[in-house]
């Protein structure tokens, strides 16, 4: 049973999203689960530089984690606290939201077993606090993080790589949103009429 704290910060959380969601007109989905992603076009210099080459609209991703503290999202970047260095964190969906460009949040189904959900969102949780990088052996970015949870988990959800042709880092392959969003194994989210 639920102690009147949780069920105050629960209510918390619902008013929080609410009022995000009727702000950037975003729906959520009522069957959203642990282990779902969901994207947005950033706020952040390096979302520029990724749209140069993916066509999807977007420039992050993050990992869904329903947890006692509402809906949270798992995911790697640069730095987007000052009290943090970049990396994996974990953030509410309500602050990941503030940090997309209005209309460019999308939610979408990653089709898995509970126990693939499961073991994925635990995989990346395992993670937090790892660097964040598009260096090999350096760290871990967006895209790679979750691909590589639900790879270990069971799913492939990229369908590959793309190099950037940029200098400095034109012979690094990297996961782009394009790459999970073409998966068979990625659905996105149709917003209920």
Known sequence: MESSFQVIIRV????????????????????LKNGDLV??????????????????????????WISDNGIQVIHSTPSEHMDRKDG??????AFFIRRAKPNSVRFYQVKGSEEARNNAVQIALSRVGENFSIYPKQGVYCTELVADAWLKAGVSISTGTQKLDMPFISDISLILPENLINSENVFIYLEKE
Do not use: C, W
């Open 12 to 31: 918390f959380n619902i008013l929080v999203l609410f009022l995000v969601s009727a702000f950037y007109a975003l729906a959520l989905p009522y069957d």
């Open 88 to 93: 994996v964190t974990i953030d509410n969906l």
């Open 39 to 64: 994207f947005r076009d950033g706020d952040e210099a390096i979302s520029e530089i990724i749209k140069q080459v993916d066509r999807s609209g977007f420039s992050h991703v993050g990992m869904v």
